[in-house]
């Protein structure tokens, strides 16, 4: 088979073909072009052996075209694809290719999506601004929380846990990715009575607050649970995209056009491919398939909490989610895109935050982000409700232009939080 028939450097793509950008590092004894032309080959329409190929297939053939420094730039032909499929796209571009003998490592980078494909997802649903309309909060950052410890509470106790976070401050409690419905904690039973003690806050707050419950589970399961929340009241459903899969995830947007929820996209799982800059897929690509697929909300990384997640890819994920148009960014690696008329999504930055790092995700987000504040709320020294008002001072320290250590001298809790974890950063 040769390979080479899939390389054509200075070729032209069309605006209407794919393109790729992948980090390709041969394997001993195989030169770049030749492992450019099997990952070409391989994620298009090419196998290890001569096989008969028609003119017609031909054209479905996708085209390396630009090399720099490791990187090169392949071309796919859109009718390879079927629109509006996502698990069929992913299986051509980031399927068999990773585990090729003739790579010792590759990584799909960074993806322009062509208008016939992006015009063929719904996108999201509500968007920031709807995001925005619902919560009543116009333009500071949203706050989210999650009851710890993660998974163990009952629906007493997370519902109880829900309301000091409400009352104290915080916008929006979420489920963890790890709960769903438990032995200890019914997935109704929690619903209930969470959106009960959401009612409670909501009076006595005179804010409107909101509950993320997580229905990561079969699919079917999926809708009956997103169904549940609906007629209980709720506006938001939290999915936890990469364990549940790219098909269960069109599945209920699909069955969202008439339930009318927030979507809350985490992302746990990612790490397993996304982390190793040598290998595997980037989290841009996650990110673009969720805004295509249509998640309103995706958890995007802190740059200094706990979990890895570097300012370059930071800064390239909320250009993804939130912006219309990008030009091609090669610092960011980061390709065009034309979202046309795809909703932005509102970008989450969680992951062993609390009040003294707020002014560091503000100064990287801007006010267009959801802070969520887990063990920086619930470990507060002095409980949960003062744990989410160190939060919310912290927000208006920032806002109002005034350090957290002397917006601290009036403001107790935030005073009370700077004592036991001042600036740190998690690891
Ligand atoms: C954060 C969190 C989130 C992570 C996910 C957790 O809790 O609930 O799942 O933020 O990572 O379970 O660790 P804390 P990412 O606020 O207590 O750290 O946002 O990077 O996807
Ligand atoms: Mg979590």
Known sequence: MNYLEFVEWGYKPSPDELICLF????????????????????????????????????????????????????????????????PQILSSIAGNIFGMKAVANLRLEDVYWPPKIVET????????NGVRETLKVKNRPLTATVPKPKVGMTPDEHSWAAYEIWVG?????????????????????RVEKTLRMREKAEGETGERKCYMPNISAETGEMIKRAEAVRDLGGEYVMIDILTCGWASLQTIRERNEE?????????????????????????????EAARLVG?????????????????KDVAA??????????????????????????????????????????????????????????????????????????????IEAVSKGISLKEYAVNHKELSRALEKWGYIKPK
């Open 295 to 311: 998640v309103d909300q995706l958890h995007v990384g802190t740059v200094v909490g706990k979990l890895e997640s570097p300012l």
């Open 317 to 394: 994920l909320i250009k993804i989610l939130r912006e219309e148009k990008i030009n091609e960014n090669m610092d960011l690696k980061l390709l065009n895109k034309n979202w046309q008329k795809l909703k932005p999504v509102l970008p989450v930055s969680s992951g062993g935050l609390h009040p003294g790092l707020i002014p560091e995700v503000m100064k990287i987000f801007g006010v267009n982000v959801l802070i969520q504040v887990g063990g920086g709320v619930l470990g507060h020294p002095d409980g949960v409700r003062s744990g989410a008002a160190a939060v919310r001072q912290a």
């Open 121 to 128: 997802f719904k996108g999201p649903k509500h968007g920031i």
């Open 169 to 189: 401050g915080v916008d929006i409690v979420k489920d963890d990715e790890n709960l769903t419905s438990q032995r200890f904690n019914r997935f109704k039973e």
């Open 23 to 86: 980090r390709v590092e041969p394997s001993h004894g195989f030169s770049f072009d030749e492992a450019v032309g099997r990952v070409a080959s391989e994620s298009s329409n090419g196998t290890w052996t001569e096989v008969f190929v028609s003119e017609e297939v031909r054209k479905l053939s996708a085209k390396a075209y630009e090399k720099t420094n490791g990187y090169v730039k392949i071309a796919y032909p859109v009718n390879l694809f079927e629109p509006g499929n996502m």
């Open 259 to 287: 339930l009318n929820l927030i979507l809350h996209a985490h992302r746990a799982f990612h790490a397993a491919f996304t982390r190793n800059p040598k290998h595997g897929m980037s989290m841009k690509v996650v990110a």
